[in-house]
């Protein structure tokens, strides 16, 4: 299985490593490495592009709990360097960290829950559940996330058993899971994104 670095260290844009399988399917092909920082998206945030050696990762998709890097061309080399569109992921994680923030302040102050994220190249938008919300909800809510980015709360990241998550304030823990990943926003909340191999709870200010 691909040793995950963008779950152990999110700042990777460079590295190099080893392609361990390619094989095609329609005109692409697909590559499977033995590290990898490209993030193959989840929990509303869009997949990593980037290139291996100068072939361009145009896609980068999670499938049976393996991460698979999508190419036009073959690769030729056994050993390659790898580098991520470093813009692309900052742009994405800032938004995503954005979206867990602002989810988290609207439950806190109005007890609304978000049923959705959806980021592209062009739109950002967070879907909550309820109708409509005043203007005087929005100004409180813009700044009540506004001083919470002014606080610049620390980010604290660690693992814990899945008997252990009755102890933290987590609204929903995926089945089947036996260890969980927390992110935590000190301060702010835990919240939950797409599992991982050892599980993924998450409250995000990063990717």
Known sequence: MTERLFYTNPKIYKWETEITDVFQ???FYYVTL????????????????????SYKVVDCIKRDNEVYHVLKEKPEEKMVHCKIDQYRRI???????GQHLLSAVCLNLFD??????HLSHETATVDLDVSSLTQEQLHQIEQTVNEHIIANHKVNVFYINRDDA????IRKIPKDIDRLRIVQIENVEYTMLVPVPM??????LDC
């Not at 609304?112 to 994220?117: G, K, L």
């Not at 599980?199 to 995000?204: A, D, G, I």
């Open 199 to 204: 599980s993924n709870l998450q409250v995000k």
């Open 91 to 97: 742009d994405h994680t800032q938004h995503h960290s």
């Open 166 to 169: 009755v102890h933290y304030n």
């Open 112 to 117: 609304v829950n978000t049923i959705s994220f």
């Open 25 to 27: 399917y329609n005109d």
């Open 34 to 53: 033995k590290e990898t920082a490209f993030y193959p998206g989840g929990g509303g945030q869009p997949a990593d592009l980037g290139w291996i050696d």
